[in-house]
Nanobody
Framework: VQLQASGGGLVQAGGSLRLSCAASGRTFRSYVMGWFRQAPGKEREFVAA????????RYADSVKGRFTISRDAAKNMVYLQMNSLKPEDTAVYYCAADPSLITVMNGRSTNWGLGTQVTVSS
């Protein structure tokens, strides 16, 4: 599975952005998809994940109620809708894919895309 994230940018606090992750590969539809982020000087952290069917999602406590992960299997796309953005959401965001939900959430996916920068100004 090959992944490409996009949609980052500069936004004011309280604003919204939608990140997209385009996936290629025959097995995409059976993979769990996740979003991670890494801020300068910090370790990469889990943000959200969604199962292959889209029926189950997981979120980091820091983004619950503000971010929504979704997927469009027909288009091989995964999205991260980010609302009520805060300066502490500033980071490079990455998408990841793996057959296992636990593996995705632990950051051990074998498939990673290039990141997209999100900057939230105060």
């Amino acid at each position: 599975v090959q992944l490409q994230a996009s949609g980052g940018g500069l936004v004011q606090a309280g604003g919204s952005l939608r990140l997209s992750c385009a996936a290629s590969g025959r097995t995409f539809r059976s993979y769990v998809m996740g979003w991670f982020r890494q801020a300068p000087g910090k370790e990469r952290e889990f943000v959200a994940a969604i199962t292959w069917s889209g029926s189950s999602t997981r979120y980091a406590d820091s983004v619950k109620g503000r971010f929504t992960i979704s997927r469009d299997a027909a288009k091989n796309m995964v999205y991260l809708q980010m609302n009520s953005l805060k300066p502490e959401d500033t980071a490079v965001y990455y998408c990841a894919a793996d057959p296992s939900l636990i593996t995705v959430m632990n950051g051990r996916s074998t498939n990673w895309g290039l990141g997209t920068q999100v900057t939230v100004s105060s």
